[in-house]
């Protein structure tokens, strides 16, 4: 298996645009997390799905941040509009299990100017 | 509310001077206890998972523990290829954030030959 795919790697856009950051999960693993990490406070969960079902949104920021998951292979983080503090590395990750390890992408590193 | 610190938050090392990574957490009971190692650039790679006080798992050169309170990295022999920023998280059996991995800061470790 290739691992958790995320694209883009590096996304550099201007104050006020739309962002959608993806993810395809590791195949067979009914659990996916998106997380925001930043030097002041560290990885924070974002939102995580159950079987293409959104179950925990509380550490999503605000109304400018979306998720959804039309099928198991497939997600997507939008910010609409962003701002220059949505700048972080935003992470995708999946396990099989609630309480199992879980397995992150290589993240993708958002500059909003 | 569930919270977790490491320290050092950076920790410099000659090769093969064994030392010690320190996580101390409080958590509305404890699910498991789980160890990441990051690169830089890249998503948290998984380690360990420790789910009892006692408990205690081996990989090469490291091995964590855990007590009621906290949990510790152990590397013995440090090698330059095991500079990289260690990852702490707990996982609650209650509360709000059940079942969510609450990460530390990390600590950025450098093995110098």
């Known amino acids: 298996d290739a691992g958790v795919i995320q694209s883009p790697r590096h996304e550099v856009t201007e104050m006020g645009q739309e962002v959608t950051l993806r993810c395809k999960p590791i195949s067979g693993h009914d659990y996916l997390f998106w997380y925001r990490q930043t030097m002041m406070r560290g990885l924070e969960l974002l939102i995580y799905f159950n079987n293409n079902v959104p179950i925990d949104d509380s550490g999503m920021p605000e109304d400018r941040f979306s998720a959804k998951m039309p099928n198991a292979s497939f997600s997507t983080l939008k910010i609409q509009p962003s701002e220059p503090r949505d700048s972080a590395v935003y992470f995708c990750?999946?396990?099989?299990?609630?309480?199992?390890?879980?397995?992150f992408g290589p993240g993708t590193r958002l500059t909003v100017l | 509310e569930d919270q977790v610190t490491q320290s050092p938050e950076a920790l410099r090392l000659q090769e093969g001077e064994s030392s010690s990574l320190n996580c101390s957490y409080t958590?509305?009971?404890?699910?498991?206890l789980f160890w990441y190692r990051q690169d830089p650039g890249k998503g948290p790679e998984f380690l360990f998972t420790l789910y009892s006080a006692g408990e205690e798992k081996e990989k090469e050169r490291l091995k964590a523990t855990l007590t009621k309170k906290e949990s510790f990295l152990h590397i013995t022999a440090p090698k330059p290829e095991d500079s990289a920023t260690y990852l702490c998280a707990v996982q609650a059996r209650y509360g709000g954030s059940q079942g969510n991995l609450i990460f530390g800061k990390g600590t950025k470790l450098s093995v110098k030959p």
């Open positions: 990750a999946s396990s099989n299990l609630r309480g199992n390890e879980q397995f």
């Open positions: 958590v509305s009971g404890l699910r498991g």
